[in-house]
């Protein structure tokens, strides 16, 4: 189970990104992905997550109304569309899964599966 995520970058503030997370060596669509974050100096949190069995999807309180995760099946990827970007959401974003179809958790502990993360930077 490899996961990688991509499409950070650097943003002014209410700019938007979109990452990327691509499995490889499973098929991604079965489980449910989470997206995860790490600013310096805190602790990792948990963001978004969609489920595989419904389709359901889960936010973070912070990001709720700005961020929508999505799948596109033929691809093998979970996509993070981030929009109004805040200097606060700059952190290392990752993806990650426990291989169990629904969203359960938004916890980083429940996750046992991670991919290389991608830098987001928001500043003026």
């Known amino acids: 189970v490899q996961l990688q995520a991509s499409g950070g970058g650097f943003v002014r503030p209410g700019g938007s990104l979109r990452l990327s997370c691509v499995g490889s060596?499973?098929?991604?669509?079965?489980?449910?992905i989470g997206w995860f974050r790490q600013a310096p100096g805190k602790e990792r949190e948990g963001v978004s997550c969609?489920?595989?069995?419904?389709?359901?999807?889960d936010y973070a309180a912070s990001v709720k109304g700005r961020f929508t995760i999505s799948r596109d099946k033929a691809k093998n990827t979970v996509y993070l569309q981030m929009n109004s970007l805040r200097p606060e959401d700059t952190a290392v974003y990752h993806c990650?899964?426990?291989?169990?179809?629904?969203?359960?958790?938004?916890?980083?502990?429940?996750?046992?599966?991670w991919g290389q993360g991608t830098l987001v930077t928001v500043s003026s």
């Open positions: 990650a899964t426990d291989l169990r179809t629904s969203c359960t958790s938004l916890s980083p502990y429940d996750y046992d599966y």
């Open positions: 060596g499973f098929t991604l669509d079965y489980y449910a």
């Open positions: 969609i489920s595989s069995s419904d389709g359901s999807t």
